[in-house]
């Protein structure tokens, strides 16, 4: 079966640094897009950043300069690596594989990570 598993999350002080990892099984992982989203308490989940198969990235505005998602295809793992941490990016991190192959749409997700940004 598919999992997803995240780890790396926890409570970090403003201007900190944290790396999340997600690590996958049970798919080809290099032919999958990876996607970071994030959710807040009340409020909905939003794509942070995607990493399609030939590592091309995309960010949301709010993290850009301060967010990095890379891919190891060889330990089926995504990273993202978020500086310069603010309170605001407090939320749930969920790792999302995503393919759309012969018609058929393929999407996963993890559990999610908490990511705490507080003094």
């Known amino acids: 079966q598919v999992q997803l598993v995240e780890s790396g999350g926890g409570l970090v002080q403003p201007g900190g640094s944290l790396r999340l990892s997600c690590t996958a099984s049970?798919?080809?992982?290099?032919?999958?897009?990876i996607n970071w989203y994030r959710q807040a308490p009340g409020k909905q989940r939003e794509l942070v950043a995607s990493i399609i198969t030939g590592g091309m990235t995309n960010y949301a505005d709010s993290v850009k300069g301060r967010f990095t998602i890379s891919r190891d295809n060889d330990k089926n793992t995504v990273y993202l690596q978020m500086n310069s941490l603010k309170p605001e990016d407090t939320a749930v991190y969920y790792c999302?594989?995503?393919?759309?192959?012969?018609?058929?749409?393929?999407?996963?997700w993890g559990q999610g990570t908490q990511v705490t940004v507080s003094s």
């Open positions: 999302n594989a995503d393919q759309f192959f012969r018609g058929t749409r393929f999407n996963y």
């Open positions: 049970g798919i080809i992982f290099s032919g999958y897009t």
